[in-house]
T-cell receptor
Framework: NAGVTQTPKFQVLKTGQSMTLQCAQD?????MYWYRQDPGMGLRLIYY?????TTDKGEVPNGYNVSRLNKREFSLRLESAAPSQTSVYFC???????WGVGPQHFGDGTRLSIL | SQQGEEDPQALSIQEGENATMNCSYK?????LQWYRQNSGRGLVHLIL?????REKHSGRLRVTLDTSKKSSSLLITASRAADTASYFC????????????FGAGTRLFVKA
């Protein structure tokens, strides 16, 4: 099993450009998450989806939109990229539809640089 | 500030030694989880300990939880070079739907 797959692995954008980060899981999990990881700050939640068709804002949602296309896929979109969004982005999934109840499974991240 | 804060920020030990990392948190929790992150990779779940548990083991890992002190520790016994990684605690708060917050991590370096 692949687990959680994120694409692309690396991306360089110019300020103002848009892009979508893709995430898919093959574990039939209910919940999916998008985090960003910055040096010295741990992971911060951007958005969370408990099930298909539902999304909730996390700690740092500004500048991002998400779409839970189906149970497998959860995409993150930057409409107008800013240098402050330079980060490593992680997608995760968990079996429970309730946040925090069980372990999360992570992809290997997308390293995004915005010039 | 982060709910979970790891201590120390960095730790360097020799292979075969034990490594202990601590996590402190501020509010009541439902559970606390420990994750490992190898360089350039995603986080991998290690252990989940619930608020009514005091200790859990998994192979060379031992996690303790002291809810009265709002702290947890992760002990790695007989460390190996392959244990070199960052270790994060994640606390699931006991209110508002178990909001989970990750700490900034402890960087462990095991010298061969």
């Amino acid at each position: 099993n692949a687990g959680v797959t994120q694409t692309p692995k690396f991306q360089v954008l110019k300020t103002g450009q848009s892009m979508t980060l893709q995430c898919a899981q093959d574990m039939n999990h209910n919940s999916m998450y998008w985090y960003r990881q910055d040096p010295g700050m741990g992971l911060r939640l951007i958005y969370y989806s408990a099930s298909e068709g539902t999304t909730d804002k996390g700690e740092v949602p500004n500048g991002y939109n998400v779409s839970r296309l189906n149970k497998r896929e959860f995409s993150l979109r930057l409409e107008s990229a800013a240098p402050s969004q330079t980060s490593v982005y992680f997608c995760a999934s968990s079996e429970s539809p309730f946040w925090g109840v069980g372990p999360q499974h992570f992809g290997d991240g997308t390293r995004l640089s915005i010039l | 500030s982060q709910q979970g804060e790891e201590d120390p920020q960095a730790l360097s030990i020799q292979e075969g030694e034990n490594a202990t990392m601590n996590c402190s948190y501020k509010t009541s929790i439902n559970n606390l989880q420990w994750y490992r992150q190898n360089s350039g990779r995603g986080l991998v779940h290690l252990i989940l300990i619930r608020s009514n548990e005091r200790e859990k083991h998994s192979g060379r890992l031992r996690v303790t939880l002291d809810t009265s002190k709002k702290s947890s520790s992760l002990l790695i016994t007989a460390s190996r070079a392959a244990d070199t990684a960052s270790y994060f605690c994640a606390t699931a708060a006991n209110t508002g739907g178990f909001k989970t917050i990750f700490g900034a991590g402890t960087r462990l370096f095991v010298k061969a």
